[in-house]
């Protein structure tokens, strides 16, 4: 009873999903807005080189922030009823950014500056720089941590509505890509920096004596997480930093398109995760009952959204390199349909390393499988691409993540990890979605369709979306069925 009455007054989590659609979706917004003009009015080349720099910039920031953006969702989500405890772990995770963002900048400006193959990257390398400072002090695995993230939600949407209009604004031409490159690096994580305040605030007045930090027992599991998140940006980034070496921004360009496309909605796609990866690692130390089912409805709904949004990629690939890039990315489709798959299979690595392994403590086991993948991306992509360019390095990053996928499968089917993961209504899902992609495929094979008319795509691609959820009703699958009669015929009586 005691559990229940605790969990009862946790924060709500329908708020804290829809406080993290409207963030996710405004940054994805922000990228479906502003991608069509940007790529037409820099180009390709240009645009991949600001997405080269960024690639090299974005291993900084991870470096910087260790395994503190995971691990402190974790620590705060679990001392949260604990205020003294709670603030001293987030001083103590403040000082270890500190020290690491120091030795970040040392890096780069004391090494990466100094190497003649970046001198046609200086300026811009310098203009993003500041992704790193501004990243470590957004704290937003504090606000996660507590579950109340309208804070950080209303900053965002106000941030990026700001960022939408300066780009329009301040890129007129190729020339402007360094103007680009600053409104990623820095206008977008200005903001952070009134987290930070808000979060300080809270240290001080807590008046945590200096003697009492205690920085060496976070030490051991950051690194375990750093070295799995660092092993997974090697084979996600890894591709961009390759494609530009052997072939130089054109490619960069191609590629970047089509794996931020793919990218960006998988991060909307695995938001139900973010939202309960707090819950789940609170219930699984205080209700296990509830942490198996809130396991298998997150997975439920992982591949009702995930499913889709991988056919969609692959029925309709042309039409949204028409849209977004126009006819100077018309090789990026080929890539999106090799890398269409990836909204599934990321989705469920997603699930089996953050949403089973890391509430259970079980990060080392998610490290090992990412080190195995990140050690088979460096070997097949050196060879890959060099065949196959930015093809072959979407087809690299299918297999492996395929691999992770196995490899975590395997610790976790072992050790006994989870009571079952398989079940007749996920089966469910994927028949329905496998028979609407035959069919639509099928279709648009069979009348010619062409993509390049917007009206007709955009009539086609959302016809697939409401056949696909109006399938999903008829046959009485469950997180369907639960929303209709939560949301629908409840509202309607």
């Keep these: 009873m005691q559990i229940n009455s605790k969990i009862s007054k946790e924060p709500n989590i329908k708020i804290n999903f829809i406080l993290n659609v409207l963030r996710v979706l405004s940054a994805v917004i922000l990228g479906i807005v502003t991608m069509p003009y940007l790529n037409r009015v820099l180009g390709v080349e240009y645009i991949g080189k600001v997405e080269y720099v960024y690639t090299i910039i974005n291993y900084f920031v991870l470096f910087s922030a260790l395994g503190i953006p995971m691990y402190?969702?974790?620590?705060?989500?679990?001392?949260?009823?604990?205020?003294?405890?709670?603030?001293?772990?987030?001083?103590?995770?403040l000082i270890i950014l500190f020290i690491t963002t120091i030795i970040s900048y040392f890096i780069?400006?004391?090494v990466i500056l100094q190497l003649s193959f970046f001198n046609d990257y200086k300026n811009l390398i310098i203009t993003m720089t500041g992704m790193v400072f501004l990243n470590n002090v957004g704290l937003e695995w504090y606000f996660q941590g507590i579950e109340k993230q309208g804070f950080v939600t209303i900053r965002s949407l106000i941030i990026r509505s700001l960022t939408i209009f300066l780009i329009f604004h301040l890129i007129n031409a190729p020339t402007d890509y360094k103007s680009y490159g600053f409104l990623i690096a820095v206008f977008s994580f200005s903001a952070n920096i009134l987290n930070f305040i808000f979060v300080g605030n809270k240290i001080l007045k807590e008046k945590i004596p200096f003697r009492s930090i205690r920085l060496k027992r976070h030490i051991k599991p950051i690194l375990t997480?750093?070295?799995?998140?660092?092993?997974?940006?090697?084979?996600?980034?890894?591709?961009?930093?390759?494609?530009?070496?052997?072939?130089?921004?054109?490619?960069?360009?191609y590629y970047s398109l089509a794996n931020k496309l793919i990218r960006n909605s998988i991060v909307l796609i695995t938001i139900i995760?973010?939202?309960?990866?707090?819950?789940?690692?609170?219930?699984?130390?205080?209700?296990?009952?509830?942490?198996?089912?809130?396991?298998?409805?997150?997975?439920?709904?992982?591949?009702?959204?995930?499913?889709?949004?991988?056919?969609?990629?692959?029925?309709?690939?042309?039409?949204?390199?028409?849209?977004?890039?126009?006819?100077?990315?018309?090789?990026?489709?080929?890539?999106?349909?090799?890398?269409?798959?990836?909204?599934?299979?990321?989705?469920?690595?997603?699930?089996?390393?953050?949403?089973?392994?890391?509430?259970?403590?079980?990060?080392?086991?998610?490290?090992?499988?990412?080190?195995?993948?990140?050690?088979?991306?460096?070997?097949?992509?050196?060879?890959?691409?060099?065949?196959?360019?930015?093809?072959?390095?979407?087809?690299?990053?299918?297999?492996?993540?395929?691999?992770?996928?196995?490899?975590?499968?395997?610790?976790?089917?072992?050790?006994?990890?989870?009571?079952?993961?398989?079940?007749?209504?996920?089966?469910?899902?994927?028949?329905?979605?496998?028979?609407?992609?035959?069919?639509?495929?099928?279709?648009?094979?069979?009348?010619?369709?062409?993509?390049?008319?917007?009206?007709l795509f955009f009539a086609a691609s959302s016809s697939f979306f409401i056949v696909y959820f109006l399938t999903l009703l008829i046959s009485k699958e469950e997180i369907t069925i639960e929303l209709f009669s939560r949301y629908v015929i409840k509202n309607k009586s």
């Design 225 to 253: 997480i750093f070295v799995a998140t660092i092993s997974v940006t090697i084979y996600v980034q890894l591709d961009n930093f390759l494609i530009g070496f052997f072939y130089g921004d054109k490619y960069v360009g």
């Design 72 to 93: 402190g969702i974790r620590e705060v989500s679990k001392n949260r009823h604990n205020n003294k405890e709670l603030y001293k772990i987030v001083l103590e995770l």
């Design 273 to 455: 995760g973010a939202v309960t990866l707090p819950r789940l690692s609170y219930l699984y130390t205080n209700n296990i009952e509830e942490y198996n089912k809130y396991l298998l409805k997150t997975l439920n709904v992982l591949f009702i959204l995930s499913l889709p949004f991988s056919s969609y990629f692959f029925l309709f690939s042309k039409g949204i390199v028409n849209i977004m890039g126009g006819v100077e990315f018309e090789q990026t489709i080929l890539t999106i349909k090799i890398l269409s798959p990836l909204c599934i299979i990321v989705s469920f690595a997603y699930f089996l390393g953050f949403l089973i392994l890391y509430p259970q403590g079980k990060e080392s086991l998610y490290t090992k499988a990412t080190i195995y993948s990140a050690v088979f991306s460096v070997i097949i992509n050196l060879f890959i691409i060099k065949l196959f360019k930015h093809n072959g390095a979407a087809f690299t990053a299918v297999f492996v993540e395929i691999l992770a996928i196995i490899v975590m499968l395997y610790y976790i089917k072992k050790r006994k990890l989870v009571k079952k993961i398989m079940s007749e209504n996920l089966k469910k899902i994927f028949l329905i979605n496998s028979g609407l992609l035959l069919l639509f495929l099928f279709i648009l094979n069979f009348f010619a369709f062409n993509q390049s008319d917007i009206f």
């Design 108 to 110: 780069i400006f004391a």
